[in-house]
């Protein structure tokens, strides 16, 4: 599978750990479907991972810290509308192919690293 498109759907829990099993998976766009818990750090084996959409839900926790060590074709990360917290690791500065990354309406907090002007 290469895109799994579930947004806003009337699901309710949390993204499976098992996610990260999906070694073709480029796109995954879980917006607005009312997801708890953290975002699972499985999701850092995703390595042909292009597109990481996961806006409008209840997600808390912080954002994987290796997320970019693996998936480095990211090129979007789309997280807005959680209520994700803790700094913002910067690792993902690495992700060189990243062209799109919005985080706005979290928690985040700590230092905004320079390297993301680059």
């Not at 999906?22 to 999701?43: D, M, R, Y």
Request: proline share 4%.
């Amino acid at each position: 599978m290469k895109l799994m498109n579930l947004e806003f759907n009337d699901f309710k829990g949390s993204i499976p750990a098992n996610i990260g099993n999906l070694s073709k998976l480029e796109h995954l766009h879980l917006g607005g479907i009312h997801l708890t818990g953290a975002l699972p750090l499985t999701l850092c084996n995703l390595s042909l991972l292009r597109d990481l959409t996961v806006e409008s839900n209840q997600l808390s926790g912080g954002l994987p810290k290796d997320l970019c060590k693996n998936a480095m074709n990211l090129e979007r990360v789309d997280l807005v509308l959680n209520f994700l917290t803790g700094p913002i690791p910067s690792r993902i500065s690495q992700c060189s192919a990243l062209q799109y990354i919005r985080l706005w309406s979290n928690n985040f907090s700590g230092n905004f690293y320079s390297d993301f002007l680059h």
